[in-house]
């Protein structure tokens, strides 16, 4: 079993930046990935950003150029740096951690950004 923790979410005017981070604990793998994925209302689950422990960067096309994802391995702590952010950025972000055994989400943390 693996538990995840977020942190950083809230409410930001557009353009602004926030943080997210995501502290994962447990039964943890050397070989892993972790990640965002987010979720707007009324919409599907979609993909922000996802790294391995690796280094492996996948992002998606939307928040290409304005997020970074980056992670501790010492700390199990994976981080998203969110700048320039837009309206359509609104949504709840969920931490997710997989790796060969599985796959476990976070609880969600809120983030709004205002017009």
């Known amino acids: 079993q693996v538990q995840l923790v977020e942190s950083g979410g809230g409410l930001v005017q557009g353009g602004g930046s926030l943080r997210l981070s995501c502290a994962a604990s447990?039964?943890?793998?050397?070989?892993?990935?972790m990640g965002w994925y987010r979720q707007a209302p009324g919409k599907q689950r979609e993909l922000a950003g996802t790294?391995?422990?690796?280094?492996?960067?996948n992002y998606a096309d939307s928040v290409k150029g304005r997020f970074t994802i980056s992670r501790d391995n010492a700390k199990n702590t994976v981080y998203l740096q969110m700048s320039k952010l837009k309206p359509e950025d609104t949504a709840v972000y969920y931490c997710?951690?997989?790796?060969?055994?599985?796959?476990?989400w976070g609880q969600g943390t809120q983030v709004t950004v205002s017009s």
């Open positions: 790294m391995t422990s690796g280094g492996g960067t």
């Open positions: 447990g039964s943890i793998e050397s070989i892993n990935a």
């Open positions: 997710n951690y997989a790796d060969w055994s599985g796959n476990w």
